[in-house]
């Protein structure tokens, strides 16, 4: 027999007696006073979506929202019934959705989100994508030099643009080309799996990708993230919003020498109708927010290398070529067009910290026993955008994990990195490059986590800022009762290349084992003034000095990532924004 949901009585109370939006001056006919219980819905909703809907209907009034509960109009219940999708994942977002509808959203004052800008964020800025008919998975298709996919599927048509949607497919086979030759080409539009085709990689089979639209039961390891801890806001507002999770499958045994390259493109598109001050028709770009899923799932003693790569929608790929960049780009003037009514648009909130962009992204990481794994993962979205990333991997027994991070774009860009070591002898290890520039706010948390015995980890995160820019790294060891003979390094160095440019490091460790090796370490500082001095008396002018130093300090790590050619870039990258002045 199934049991009634019982939902909670929650009461409406004035904006100045707790924090929370201010109270419209004007309280909208039947919307409850301060003290009064709000209604009860029979929906998955609840009191939260009461607190939602109940409001005035006129054009001068905001909604009535309660202070608890401050979620726009985007992101209530009724939004799921567009994403579509098999019953488990309808089911799986309306769970989470219970969830986000009464967490929390976090400020500064959060101990997990100290020193962060996250009180910018304003939600009711953004709309959602949502998807069309599911794509069938992809197996062993043509080689790779083939210029047809093995699998088409929605190119670009879930945003309403196919041209767009072929330019981006394009920009993502020129990045793939740069790359060097595939096991498999994987692309995501915000709204979710765009194109898949795998290539005939000699003897394996075995190997899928696999949009989870079309999958009448979930991936087993699907949900692995919140199993290893990870929740939060942002963690329950991605499982309700995803549109699609994107699966890459290794069989056991199987081999995969070439990289899995999967493309998640993110930003505000082109596609809505409005007008101009003058009445003229104009097409008004859409802010979307976006929630990329990858899930890797490595099968028992095989072997796979996956580039997951963020990268602007709708613009240049910026590998080695042009990148977008610059400040905010106005809608084609200083004043704001106006929107028809029942346009679904997200309002401009250029400047004052505000996206265009949202990307709220998991990646989820199976490395089963006696399996390796490789993952790099490239992050270039536009200044315009925010980047909010988890990536969660578990580490079975004897199987090992090789993780390498390169962090470039974005207005603010925070990936928390969870590594749980589950099995005896399991290791990983962890790096991460990153650069930020102008005003760029560069924000890592890591977790090595610890749970068997003679497992080892190590965390190397090195990274520059300049011009007003901020890098913030709070990681931790965790070495669990049981996880003895373990060995667990964390190293965190950071440059500040600009008076105006901060960095913060926290490492932390918490032990509850004997018989154990742990160490950390952080550095914050300038440029070393001898380095400099030495080479300025060789006959080097001062900047270029100043370049060979912060190449040499990117050099090491670049040099161990797990695909050469993105090493390569990183440093490329790296070079040509400092030297072209955008650090200013």
Same mark, same amino acid.
């Given at each position: 027999?199934?049991?009634?949901?019982?939902?909670?009585?929650?009461?409406?109370?004035? #904006?100045?007696?707790?924090?929370?939006?201010?109270?419209?001056?004007?309280?909208?006919?039947?919307?409850?006073?301060?003290?009064?219980?709000?209604?009860?819905?029979?929906?998955?909703?609840?009191?939260?979506? /009461?607190?939602?809907?109940?409001?005035?209907?006129?054009?001068?009034?905001?909604?009535?929202?309660?202070?608890?509960?401050?979620?726009?109009?985007?992101?209530?219940?009724?939004?799921?019934?567009?994403?579509?999708?098999?019953?488990?994942?309808?089911?799986?977002?309306?769970?989470?959705?219970?969830?986000? #509808?009464?967490?929390?959203?976090?400020?500064?004052?959060?101990?997990?989100?100290?020193?962060?800008?996250?009180?910018?964020?304003?939600?009711?800025?953004?709309?959602?994508?949502?998807?069309?008919?599911?794509?069938?998975?992809?197996?062993?298709?043509?080689?790779? &030099?083939?210029?047809?996919?093995?699998?088409?599927?929605?190119?670009?048509? $879930?945003?309403?643009?196919?041209?767009?949607?072929?330019?981006?497919?394009?920009?993502?086979?020129?990045?793939?080309?740069?790359?060097?030759?595939?096991?498999?080409?994987?692309?995501?539009?915000?709204?979710?799996?765009?194109?898949?085709?795998?290539?005939?990689?000699?003897?394996?089979?075995?190997?899928?990708?696999?949009?989870?639209?079309?999958?009448?039961?979930?991936?087993?390891?699907?949900?692995?993230?919140?199993?290893?801890?990870?929740?939060?806001? @942002?963690?329950?507002?991605?499982?309700?919003?995803?549109?699609?999770?994107?699966?890459?499958?290794?069989?056991?045994?199987?081999?995969?020498?070439?990289?899995?390259?999967?493309?998640?493109?993110?930003?505000?598109?082109?596609? #809505?109708?409005?007008?101009?001050?003058?009445?003229?028709?104009?097409?008004?770009?859409?802010?979307? *927010?976006?929630?990329?899923?990858?899930?890797?799932?490595?099968?028992?003693?095989?072997?796979?290398?996956?580039?997951?790569?963020?990268?602007?929608?709708?613009?240049?790929?910026?590998?080695?070529?042009?990148?977008?960049?610059?400040?905010?780009?106005?809608?084609?003037?200083?004043?704001?067009?106006?929107?028809?009514?029942?346009? &679904?648009?997200?309002?401009?909130?250029?400047?004052?910290?505000?996206?265009?962009?949202?990307? /709220?992204?998991?990646?989820?990481?199976?490395?089963?026993?006696?399996?390796?794994?490789?993952?790099?993962?490239?992050?270039?979205?536009?200044?315009?955008?925010? @980047?909010?990333?988890?990536?969660?991997?578990?580490? #079975?027994?004897?199987?090992?994990?090789?993780?390498?991070?390169?962090?470039?774009?974005?207005?603010?860009?925070?990936?928390?990195?969870?590594? *749980?070591?589950?099995?005896?002898?399991?290791?990983?290890?962890?790096?991460?490059?990153?650069?930020?520039?102008?005003?760029? =706010?560069?924000?890592?948390?890591?977790?090595?986590?610890?749970?068997?015995?003679?497992?080892?980890?190590?965390?190397?995160?090195?990274?520059? =800022?300049?011009?007003?820019?901020?890098?913030?790294?709070?990681?931790?060891?965790?070495?669990?009762?049981?996880?003895?003979?373990?060995?667990? @390094?964390?190293?965190?160095?950071?440059?500040?290349?600009?008076?105006?440019?901060?960095?913060?490091?926290?490492?932390?460790?918490?032990?509850?084992?004997?018989?154990?090796?742990?160490?950390?370490?952080?550095?914050?500082?300038?440029?070393?003034?001898?380095?400099?001095?030495?080479?300025?008396?060789?006959?080097?002018?001062?900047?270029?000095?100043?370049?060979?130093? =912060?190449?040499?300090?990117?050099?090491?790590? $670049?040099?161990?990532?797990?695909?050469?050619? =993105?090493?390569?870039?990183?440093?490329?990258?790296?070079?040509?924004?400092?030297?072209?002045?955008?650090?200013?």
């Amino acid at each position: 027999m199934a049991m009634p949901t019982v939902m909670p009585t929650v009461t409406a109370t004035a #904006a100045d007696d707790r924090d929370g939006p201010e109270r419209p001056s004007h309280r909208c006919p039947g919307a409850p006073g301060p003290g009064e219980p709000l209604p009860r819905l029979p929906s998955i909703a609840g009191p939260a979506l /009461v607190a939602m809907t109940l409001g005035c209907q006129g054009t001068q009034c905001s909604i009535q929202r309660h202070p608890r509960y401050p979620l726009p109009n985007m992101f209530e219940a009724s939004s799921l019934d567009a994403l579509g999708g098999p019953a488990w994942l309808v089911r799986r977002r309306a769970e989470a959705w219970q969830r986000f #509808a009464v967490a929390p959203l976090p400020d500064e004052k959060d101990q997990d989100w100290r020193y962060s800008p996250i009180g910018k964020l304003d939600l009711g800025a953004f709309e959602i994508a949502t998807g069309g008919p599911a794509p069938a998975p992809a197996q062993s298709s043509q080689p790779a &030099q083939s210029s047809q996919p093995a699998h088409p599927a929605r190119a670009g048509d $879930a945003l309403g643009s196919g041209e767009v949607g072929e330019d981006a497919v394009s920009a993502a086979r020129s990045l793939a080309s740069r790359i060097g030759p595939l096991a498999a080409l994987v692309i995501a539009d915000p709204a979710g799996l765009v194109l898949a085709e795998i290539y005939e990689p000699g003897s394996l089979t075995g190997l899928e990708v696999v949009s989870c639209l079309g999958a009448k039961e979930p991936p087993g390891s699907l949900g692995m993230s919140g199993e290893l801890g990870v929740s939060g806001v @942002f963690a329950e507002m991605h499982d309700a919003f995803a549109p699609d999770v994107v699966s890459v499958m290794v069989p056991r045994g199987a081999e995969v020498s070439d990289p899995i390259l999967v493309v998640h493109l993110s930003g505000p598109a082109a596609g #809505a109708r409005g007008t101009g001050p003058a009445g003229e028709a104009l097409e008004v770009e859409r802010h979307l *927010a976006s929630f990329p899923t990858l899930l890797v799932s490595l099968g028992e003693g095989s072997s796979a290398s996956v580039v997951e790569a963020f990268v602007p929608y709708g613009g240049d790929v910026p590998y080695g070529g042009d990148v977008p960049y610059g400040g905010d780009v106005p809608y084609g003037g200083d004043t704001e067009p106006s929107i028809p009514a029942g346009d &679904q648009i997200a309002s401009s909130a250029n400047g004052h910290g505000q996206p265009r962009s949202l990307a /709220v992204a998991l990646t989820e990481l199976d490395v089963e026993r006696g399996s390796s794994l490789d993952y790099t993962c490239m992050q270039v979205l536009g200044q315009d955008a925010w @980047f909010l990333a988890t990536q969660a991997s578990r580490v #079975a027994e004897g199987a090992s994990l090789r993780s390498f991070t390169a962090s470039l774009g974005s207005a603010y860009a925070r990936i928390s990195a969870v590594s *749980a070591l589950t099995g005896d002898s399991a290791s990983a290890k962890l790096l991460a490059g990153y650069l930020g520039v102008r005003d760029q =706010v560069q924000d890592f948390r890591t977790l090595q986590d610890h749970h068997g015995p003679r497992t080892s980890s190590e965390l190397l995160f090195d990274g520059a =800022v300049a011009g007003r820019a901020r890098s913030i790294y709070d990681g931790t060891i965790r070495i669990r009762n049981g996880a003895h003979g373990a060995n667990a @390094f964390q190293t965190n160095h950071n440059l500040v290349l600009s008076e105006g440019a901060h960095a913060d490091s926290v490492p932390n460790l918490q032990i509850e084992e004997n018989d154990v090796r742990c160490s950390h370490a952080s550095t914050v500082g300038p440029i070393d003034e001898e380095q400099l001095y030495y080479l300025e008396s060789r006959g080097i002018e001062p900047t270029e000095a100043s370049s060979l130093i =912060v190449a040499g300090f990117f050099s090491e790590l $670049a040099d161990r990532c797990p695909v050469a050619p =993105v090493g390569r870039w990183l440093m490329e990258e790296v070079d040509e924004r400092l030297a072209e002045g955008s650090h200013v």
